[in-house]
């Protein structure tokens, strides 16, 4: 499986896991704050601004990465072109594309094992309740596994669409992509189940 790590060395490397996801929860719950078009669009631009210290190859990359999300933006300007409310769905699709560029951005200058240890260690006080978090760790890991694959097979269908249409792909592909992780997450399910699940072992 494929992480969403990024090979070019950036000056976001270097900072610590915690912080970039604390930095990025923050930078979210603001954006949910802002119902402005200019703010908005202004935020989304600082977003840009934060890729592009880091280099045109690092842009180029977040935008590819976001290549599944214009789907979803193109539904949602429809769906307020149809209550003739445009303001409110440009607001809400550069917020979606600034957060989702956000967690991109961290995810991609940041080692996967150093944002395990993070969430592990988030979840440090329910071990000390008594609760097994390994189970919840392990989904965890699958999810963020699984996204790049994902990503790259949204890409495909989407690719299909286009050799066999001249039009945009739109709600027709976003079913075929929910259908492909559903039957992956039960082949998923299918090799946990051979390998005897996530039951540990009982003590002698």
């Not at 944002?115 to 989904?139: N, S």
Request: proline share 5%; hydrophobic share 60%.
């Amino acid at each position: 499986m494929l992480t969403l790590t990024c090979e070019i060395r950036t000056p976001y490397h270097g900072m610590r896991a915690g912080l970039k996801l604390a930095a990025l929860c923050l930078a979210t719950v603001g954006l949910f704050w802002i119902d402005t078009l200019p703010v908005m669009a202004a935020a989304l631009a600082a977003v840009t601004g934060l890729y592009l210290l880091a280099g045109w190859r690092l842009l180029r990359d977040g935008l590819r990465l976001l290549a599944p999300l214009w789907i979803f933006v193109g539904l949602v300007l429809a769906w307020h072109a149809v209550l003739a409310d445009m303001t409110a769905g440009l607001v809400i699709a550069l917020r979606l594309i600034a957060a989702v560029a956000l967690a991109n951005l961290v995810t991609m200058t940041t080692r996967f094992d150093d944002l395990i240890e993070v969430v592990m260690w988030m979840l440090g006080p329910l071990r000390r309740l008594g609760l097994d978090t390994a189970p919840l760790g392990f989904a965890i890991v699958l999810a963020v596994r699984f996204i790049p694959i994902l990503l790259n097979k949204a890409r495909g269908l989407i690719d299909a669409w286009h050799a066999r249409s001249a039009r945009r792909p739109g709600w027709q592909v976003a079913l075929p992509v929910v259908l492909v992780a559903i039957d992956d997450a039960e082949h998923v399910a299918e090799a946990l189940r051979a390998r005897g699940g996530l039951v540990r072992p009982q003590d002698p």
